[in-house]
T-cell receptor, first 111, second 111 residues
Framework: DAGVIQSPRHEVTEMGQEVTLRCKPI?????LFWYRQTMMRGLELLIY????????DSGMPEDRFSAKMPNASFSTLKIQPSEPRDSAVYFC?????????FGSGTRLTVV | SQQGEEDPQALSIQEGENATMNCSYK?????LQWYRQNSGRGLVHLIL?????REKHSGRLRVTLDTSKKSSSLLITASRAADTASYFC???????????FGTGTSLTVIP
């Protein structure tokens, strides 16, 4: 198994632009999580899905953030419009009940 | 917040020595996990300990859990330079599958 795959690895965008981050979880894992990591705030849980259904999105910082999981093998996290304070590393993780498997992350820089 | 706090924030030891990291959390849990993060990479699951367990071993890792004190420790024995990384504890909510991560301990093992 190739593990959790995230794309792109790096994204640099201008303030106000739309950004879409992508994640392919491990096949058979029925939970998918989006986390954001910054030096100031550490790892923050943004949203998680169970069987493609959003269960808890209370960590999504603002309406500018949205996440979808149209099928068991794909999820997106969209920021529209992006702001400099959104700069962070965004991780996707999946699990089927015990330990999480994390992707390598997307480093987002908003200038 | 369910977030755990690791102590110390940073630890530097010589190769061959043991490293101990501590995690404290605020409310009751079902499970506690420890993860490692190498610089610029995603988190890697190390070990999960359930609330009814007091100690667990995996190779050179030993994890203890004291639910009365709401604390856990991770011991790495006979450390190696390759153990240099940040280590995080993660705790769950009693009713959910989401885990909340602490602030991490940065471990440096000097060859």
């Amino acid at each position: 198994d190739a593990g959790v795959i995230q794309s792109p690895r790096h994204e640099v965008t201008e303030m106000g632009q739309e950004v879409t981050l992508r994640c392919k979880p491990i096949s058979g894992h029925d939970y998918l999580f989006w986390y954001r990591q910054t030096m100031m705030r550490g790892l923050e849980l943004l949203i998680y899905f169970n069987n493609n259904v959003p269960i808890d999105d209370s960590g999504m910082p603002e309406d500018r953030f949205s996440a979808k999981m149209p099928n068991a093998s794909f999820s997106t996290l969209k920021i529209q419009p992006s702001e400099p304070r959104d700069s962070a590393v965004y991780f996707c993780a999946s699990t089927q009940g015990t330990g999480y498997t994390f992707g390598s992350g997307t480093r987002l820089t908003v200038v | 917040s369910q977030q755990g706090e690791e102590d110390p924030q940073a630890l530097s030891i010589q190769e061959g020595e043991n490293a101990t990291m501590n995690c404290s959390y605020k409310t009751s849990i079902n499970n506690l996990q420890w993860y490692r993060q190498n610089s610029g990479r995603g988190l890697v699951h190390l070990i999960l300990i359930r609330s009814n367990e007091r100690e667990k071993h995996s190779g050179r890792l030993r994890v203890t859990l004291d639910t009365s004190k709401k604390s856990s420790s991770l011991l790495i024995t006979a450390s190696r330079a390759a153990d240099t990384a940040s280590y995080f504890c993660a705790t769950d909510k009693n009713t959910g599958n989401q885990f909340y991560f602490g602030t991490g301990t940065s471990l440096t093992v000097i060859p």
